[in-house]
């Protein structure tokens, strides 16, 4: 998460892990006395309530502790946990209608944009909390299979099954930015510049 205190993982067997990171910040040899104590180590918590496997995952920059999970084909929902309880809390299950490949937040605004695959390959920008749709953006024609944001948390790249990158305005600059922006420019548009929203 953004303090680097927790990580979160998932993978093929449905499963959800909360780890502490204070276990990997042991040194090699105090991982290997720990080792032979516990025999194993374990996440702190366990959350099983997706239905196929999780690899879609990215903690709230605005609220620590949240984080938001994307299921696969036999799931299609984005999940909110509250991790900083000791359960690991479902706070809230969105089925999107296809299988949820990454998840990016908004530095910016409280949204999220996630990414799919079949039927629709698209992506989607999310109103936080209500979950209302606000934009689809669809182009690639396989699925998409990662998203990264850009430094000034404008923009997001994507990669899809199809072998192509695209690149999309999706959060925009942030709100005093913006206010700037309109008072700068008034209502003149830079031709070539395109804003997707």
Same mark, same amino acid.
């Given at each position: 998460?953004?303090?680097?205190? &927790?990580?979160?993982?998932?993978?093929?067997? +449905?499963?959800?892990?909360?780890?502490? !990171?204070?276990? /990997?910040?042991?040194?090699?040899?105090?991982? *290997?006395?720990?080792?032979?104590?516990?025999?194993?180590?374990?996440?702190?918590?366990?959350?099983?309530? *997706?239905?196929?496997?999780?690899?879609?995952?990215?903690?709230?920059?605005? +609220?620590?502790?949240?984080? !938001?999970?994307?299921?696969?084909?036999?799931?299609?929902?984005?999940?909110?946990?509250?991790?900083? /309880?000791?359960?690991?809390?479902?706070?809230? /299950?969105?089925?999107?209608?296809?299988?949820?490949?990454?998840?990016?937040?908004?530095? *910016?605004?409280?949204?999220?944009?996630? %990414?799919?695959?079949?039927?629709? +390959?698209?992506?989607?920008?999310?109103?936080?909390?209500?979950?209302?749709?606000?934009?689809?953006?669809? %182009?690639?024609?396989?699925?998409?299979?990662?998203?990264?944001?850009? =430094?000034?948390?404008?923009? &997001?790249?994507? &990669?899809?099954?199809?072998?192509?990158?695209?690149?999309?305005?999706?959060?925009?600059? =942030?709100?005093? /930015?913006?206010?700037?922006?309109?008072?700068?420019?008034?209502?003149?548009?830079?031709?070539?510049?395109?804003?997707?929203?």
């Amino acid at each position: 998460n953004e303090d680097g205190h &927790v990580l979160a993982s998932g993978g093929n067997e +449905n499963y959800l892990c909360i780890w502490d !990171a204070v276990m /990997s910040q042991r040194t090699s040899s105090q991982r *290997h006395v720990f080792q032979e104590m516990t025999d194993t180590v374990q996440p702190r918590l366990l959350l099983t309530q *997706h239905k196929a496997a999780v690899k879609a995952l990215d903690w709230c920059p605005f +609220n620590r502790g949240l984080l !938001a999970s994307g299921g696969g084909s036999a799931d299609r929902t984005i999940k909110f946990w509250n991790t900083s /309880s000791m359960t690991g809390t479902l706070t809230n /299950s969105i089925d999107t209608g296809s299988q949820v490949c990454s998840i990016i937040w908004s530095k *910016h605004q409280r949204e999220l944009c996630s %990414s799919h695959g079949f039927s629709e +390959n698209q992506l989607i920008l999310w109103k936080y909390p209500t979950m209302t749709k606000v934009q689809e953006f669809k %182009s690639h024609t396989a699925r998409v299979l990662n998203m990264e944001m850009s =430094p000034d948390a404008r923009s &997001v790249v994507s &990669v899809g099954a199809d072998e192509t990158l695209r690149f999309w305005d999706i959060f925009g600059p =942030p709100p005093q /930015s913006r206010r700037r922006e309109n008072f700068l420019l008034g209502d003149f548009q830079c031709p070539g510049s395109q804003t997707i929203r």
